[in-house]
């Protein structure tokens, strides 16, 4: 059985940072892309970043240069460091995996992807 399982969002004022981490159990880590991705309240899921099974790393523009995705394959761990946070940063931040080894996800609702986790809360407010 799959599970992911997301830890470390909470409150912090603009500037500040958070280290997101998810546990992941019940396949086979190191064969996966892993994605953080987030929803603000009333928005679409936006893509946050990703890393391919290589560890070579994605992002997007509103965070490149900010956040740093990271895995531990031995420890079947991905983090998601987040500095100089800004307000728009604030959303649930969700691990998330594609349903099939190897492959990327292009993905427009959390449904694309093959297994997600519960999420965390990260707000950015003074």
């Known amino acids: 059985q799959v599970q992911l399982v997301e830890s470390g969002g909470g409150l912090v004022q603009p500037g500040g940072s958070l280290r997101l981490s998810c546990a992941a159990s019940?396949?086979?880590?190191?064969?996966?892309?892993m994605y953080w991705v987030r929803q603000a309240p009333g928005k679409g899921l936006e893509w946050v970043s990703a890393?391919?099974?290589?560890?070579?790393?994605y992002y997007s523009d509103s965070v490149k240069g900010r956040f740093t995705i990271s895995r531990d394959n031995a420890k079947n761990t991905l983090h998601l460091q987040m500095n100089s946070l800004k307000s728009e940063d604030t959303a649930v931040y969700y691990c998330?995996?594609?349903?099939?080894?190897?492959?990327?996800?292009?993905?427009?609702?959390?449904?694309?992807?093959?297994?997600w986790g519960q999420g965390t809360q990260v707000t950015v407010s003074s």
């Open positions: 998330a995996k594609p349903a099939l080894p190897h492959t990327m996800v292009v993905a427009s609702t959390i449904t694309d992807f093959g297994s």
């Open positions: 019940g396949f086979t880590f190191g064969t996966y892309w």
């Open positions: 890393i391919n099974t290589r560890g070579l790393t």
